[in-house]
């Protein structure tokens, strides 16, 4: 699999400037191919931390770490250690501060390989006890995007933090072939730009834009253009090269959120379902006769009149100017003479309510900022916020003001949403915060733009739900109370990879309270960034969080909160922990050399599991033991524990020579196994647990994970888990899959996640083609299979002849699908498709598409056109296609269907096309006996399922206990009627708080019958 990547152009003549490339969502193209260079080789690592020049400077400079290598021009990209004493220097200040960093950066040129007489100064200024200090990189006079050059100075004139991304070796032609006119019409390639509505806004600036390649960096001489257009909705940042007129980069800065007397208003103070209440209006701007002055903090005014006059009031004032975008702005104009009290309501009589909680919540958010830092200048403007645009469902920052739509569709109007008031100001902070301290176009990562503007409304509501109310009473958007973690939750759609550095802030936020409002605000100032890998990004930023927290001038030795920050931040795979070795499992591997050696585990053999870790730390692991437990019944360990000796840093280690080893009852089913590899070492007191599967046996149902590395396939496990389906799970990315093999399975399902290229590849149509024709049973879901074998020209005949489909749209805008009645597949089944707690949350290009060729509908999209979402097949082989991700349906909101219902739907269709399941017969079918299943997944972290049947209407108990018998929580006790149920634990007590790790026990009592089974906790 590979991500999304630009098709690159040749410009032979000015037509051609206006050629398709493959444009990334809403028109964005990514700056490089990730997947050349975003797992640098450990052996690189190794290399460069072991290079002379930075051992040299470790023992002059004591035990400086760092963080991460520009492995590309083999630069400390952050690196952290005792505080260095500048030479020559005593004290930073505003007028030595430029010389004092550069003698720094002249002193250690060896170890930055930065030449001086080449970088310019792009920030200095000081915050609370920290200097920030950045260069950039000029190349014959143009200045070299991504080449900064950061420091943080004590003010004792010691340097605590630095990071260079010098390009020392760079050779390019600096003389453009193109005019600034032939690169603005090149911007406009894969925008649909109409000079009537659309224009540019600034052109002409040179740089020099590296971009990272599989041989190494590729330097380009670019025209910035900006421009700014209508559909899409776009203030569009391009980089033209100026040699061929490709587009090397172009990003999105729009973010889809006396007289005297007294003014206020009605607004919702939490939901849009809330009744308003009544605030004061502060900082409102009001004019008597002419003469301006502005509410205070309690919306009070007044103002010396000498004669009678006229008294106007609009909603706007010193930090929001409102702006109906359906009609008049609300306005009050009433006559006033002196001595008069003029108290003025916002009211529905003479205001829309967009306008009014646009109006206070701006306020509100402004102060909110602006109490925490008061240094902040650049959000100190009359900000625009348009409310009733004409559309729906969404809010967004355009690079000046906040924008909210009108309400339809199912959704409220986002201006009533305080929460989004909050999201969308908060892109203005971090969009303005980083202007203010020397970035030019503002914060460029999407998924961290997102994060930052979470943290704001959730910090401010102290709750960690996004867009409470906004699909509903009891309905949220996203949820930074959450454990996604970077590895494989980044570089995914922004908002749901901006859970990611939200997450952190908010396990942060609750272990040390409201100092992180202020750790979040400050470590902006740093401008953390990175265009196009988000895991970087959140680790500068996790980095900055620590420099703001100093307290001392010298990082290294620990801040007040360094161990909150570390913990919370490594909790989502961000950063290395800087107090204990960071171990990851790289691959593994069960044998059955010892069976009759056909690669799988079957009854009666004995099996060998060989696995690789890696330290992605400094810190080396001393004495390294590994042990293999199990919670099967079925499995004997035979070796369970070997030593590992000593893994150094960077290093990978194996057991190759030394397997663990283990045998299989010669009675054991068909079966999915779970182990466990845990690890210790002499030098730190936490262990490193690592959970594998495998099969006994070969299930009749292959499951092909094909999503590029995302971790959708909890959602189709759960699932099938939660039906009593088992089926074999083959990742793509570590396994290909043989037509051989795919025989070998009755059903196969497949799934390619957030993919849009090579979601099919030519090897798997053509081995799908060869499955399918020798009557193979097939369910394939995706959004981006349309997109990719359609629109990108790569499997039509595939896709028309095999799929049975005509592609129509890749962007289908309503997120419900529903049933088509009688249909033997969805019919009454309406199922969400959007919504983070209940679901995957990644469709950004739902599919429309037409069944063709025998085919026929399976689901509509919830609206008045009938628009297909899904087409099942009945012919010489059965087929389900899904144009969208199922693992994105949600299962958070009764109303609608559930994953587990739909799954169970396909697959009883595919296996008996001819009848299927109807909903009368599903709804009634009566267990045969009380039973209570393995709880799933277990081992878990920070949830698991328990589901149970009941054969008869029964008094029903589930209950867990810890490893000493104590009740820890009751889940149930209630009269249930007959059937099959679910139940959650997120490994809470009755009272809400966490339990601690380890083995506990879950117990059904249902009538007479009882049941206890064991579990695992890892935290």
């Not at 009688?822 to 309406?830: K, N, Q």
């Not at 199922?886 to 109303?895: H, V």
């Not at 219902?901 to 709804?923: F, M």
């Amino acid at each position: 699999m590979n991500h999304m990547s630009r098709l690159l152009i040749v410009l032979v003549m000015l037509a051609s400037f206006y050629a398709t490339q493959l444009v990334a969502a809403e028109g964005e193209i990514p700056l490089s191919q990730r997947e050349c260079c975003e797992t640098p080789d450990p052996a690189q690592i190794r290399a460069l931390n072991q290079s002379p020049q930075w051992q040299t400077f470790r023992q002059q400079h004591g035990d400086w770490q760092v963080y991460r290598w520009n492995v590309a021009t083999e630069n400390p990209h952050r690196a952290i250690g005792p505080s260095i004493p500048i030479a020559g220097f005593s004290a930073i200040t505003a007028t030595n501060v430029d010389a004092a960093s550069r003698q720094f950066l002249q002193d250690h040129a060896d170890v930055l390989h930065v030449d001086t007489d080449h970088i310019r100064q792009t920030k200095a200024f000081r915050k609370r006890n920290v200097w920030y200090v950045g260069y950039q990189q000029v190349y014959q006079g143009i200045p070299v995007i991504h080449s900064e050059i950061e420091l943080r100075l004590a003010p004792d004139a010691r340097v605590m933090m630095f990071g260079s991304d010098y390009h020392p070796a760079i050779t390019v032609d600096t003389t453009p072939h193109l005019s600034v006119p032939e690169a603005e019409i090149a911007a406009r390639a894969g925008l649909a730009f109409d000079p009537q509505t659309d224009f540019v806004t600034e052109s002409g600036h040179l740089w020099i834009l590296p971009v990272k390649q599989a041989a190494g960096m590729q330097y380009h001489l670019v025209y910035e253009v900006q421009m700014m257009t209508q559909q899409p909705l776009g203030n569009w940042v391009t980089f033209v090269d100026a040699h061929s007129g490709e587009i090397i980069w172009r990003f999105n800065q729009v973010r889809y959120d006396t007289v005297s007397g007294t003014v206020s208003g009605g607004v919702k103070m939490v939901l849009p379902t809330d009744p308003d209440e009544v605030q004061p209006f502060r900082d409102e701007r009001l004019t008597i006769s002419g003469s301006p002055t502005y509410t205070d903090e309690s919306g009070f005014y007044e103002v010396e009149l000498e004669e009678s006059g006229v008294l106007n009031a609009q909603l706007r004032g010193h930090f929001v100017d409102v702006n109906r975008q359906d009609g008049a702005d609300a306005a009050i104009s009433v006559e006033v003479t002196p001595g008069d009290t003029v108290n003025i309501e916002w009211t529905n009589e003479n205001s829309h309510e967009a306008e009014r909680n646009g109006f206070y919540h701006t306020n509100k958010v402004y102060q909110w900022i602006n109490t925490i830092d008061t240094s902040i200048t650049y959000l100190d403007y009359s900000m625009p916020c348009a409310v009733n645009i004409d559309n729906t469902c969404n809010a967004f920052w355009n690079g000046t003001g906040i924008n909210f739509f009108r309400a339809g569709n199912g959704c409220p109007n986002t201006a009533l949403i305080p929460n989004v008031v909050y999201h969308e100001y908060g892109h203005g902070i971090n969009h303005k915060v980083y202007q203010e301290a020397g970035a030019p176009w503002g914060m460029t990562n999407g998924a961290m733009h997102e994060g930052l503007a979470d943290v704001v409304g959730c910090f401010m509501e102290e709750q960690p739900l996004v867009g409470r109310g906004f699909d509903g009473i009891g309905t949220h958007l996203r949820n930074l109370d959450n454990n996604l973690i970077c590895e494989i939750a980044g570089n995914q759609e922004v908002h749901f990879s901006g859970q990611v550095i939200g997450g952190a802030m908010w396990d942060l936020r609750q272990m040390i309270g409201s100092r992180a409002d202020t750790l979040h605000q400050f470590a902006r100032w740093g401008t953390p960034d990175d265009p196009d890998d988000d895991c970087v990004a959140f680790e500068e930023y996790m980095i900055e969080v620590l420099v703001a927290d100093d307290d001392n001038g010298d990082v290294s030795d620990g801040t007040p909160n360094t161990e909150a920050i570390f913990t919370a931040f490594n909790r989502h795979g961000i950063g290395p922990d800087g107090t204990r070795p960071m171990l990851t499992l790289i691959n593994w591997l069960f044998d059955d050399a010892d069976g009759n050696d056909d690669g799988r585990l079957d009854a009666g053999e004995t099996g060998q599991l060989i696995f690789a870790v890696q330290n992605d730390n400094w810190l080396i692991v001393e004495n390294a033991r590994a042990t293999l437990s199990t919670e099967n019944p079925d499995i004997e360990l035979l070796t369970a524990e070997i030593e590992m000796g000593t893994i150094e840093t960077a290093a990978q280690v194996d057991n190759v020579d030394n397997p663990f080893e283990f045998f299989i009852d010669p009675e054991a089913d068909v079966q999915r196994v779970f182990f466990t590899i845990t690890i210790e070492g002499d030098n730190f007191n936490e262990s490193r647990a690592f959970t594998v599967e495998t099969y006994i046996g070969r299930p009749s149902i292959l499951l092909v994970d094909d999503d590029g590395g995302d971790d959708l396939e909890q959602y189709y496990m759960s699932a099938l888990d939660n039906i009593d389906v088992l089926a074999e799970r083959r990742d793509l990315d570590r396994d290909m899959l043989t037509l051989e093999e795919a025989r070998l399975y009755d059903l196969i399902i497949w799934y390619t996640g957030s993919e849009f290229e090579e979601t099919l590849t030519a090897a798997d149509q053509e081995m799908l083609a060869a499955y399918l024709d020798q009557g193979g049973k097939l369910f394939l879901t995706g959004q981006g299979i349309g997109v990719d074998l359609v629109e990108h020209e790569n499997g039509l005949d595939f896709y028309t002849s095999y799929l049975h489909t005509e592609f129509v749209v890749a962007q289908y805008r309503l997120p419900v699908l529903r049933g088509i009645p009688a249909h033997p597949i969805s019919h009454d089944l309406l199922i969400r498709i959007s919504g983070a707690d209940g679901g995957a949350n990644n469709q950004v290009f739902p599919n429309q598409i037409e069944p063709i060729n025998g085919a026929e509908a399976t689901f509509y999209y919830h609206g008045p056109d009938q628009a297909i979402g899904a087409i099942n097949y009945n012919g010489d082989y059965q087929l389900v296609y899904f144009g969208f991700g199922l693992e994105a349906i949600n299962n958070a909101q009764p109303q609608f269907s559930t994953r587990e219902e739909v799954l169970q739907e396909v697959l009883d269709w595919l296996e008996d096309p001819s009848t299927g399941v109807t909903p009368v017969a599903n709804s009634t079918m009566i267990p045969a006996h009380f039973a209570v299943s393995q709880n799933v997944p277990n081992p878990f972290n920070p949830r698991t399922s328990i589901r149970y049947q009941l054969p008869q209407d029964s008094p029903v108990s589930v209950k867990i206990y810890d490893s000493s018998g104590r009740l820890v929580r009751t889940l149930v006790q209630q009269s249930q009627t007959a059937g099959s149920y679910t139940v959650s634990w997120e490994g809470t007590t009755d009272e809400g708080q966490p339990v601690a790790s380890g083995i506990y026990f879950y117990r059904l009592e249902a009538g007479e019958f009882s049941q206890t089974r064991r579990m695992v906790l890892l935290q």
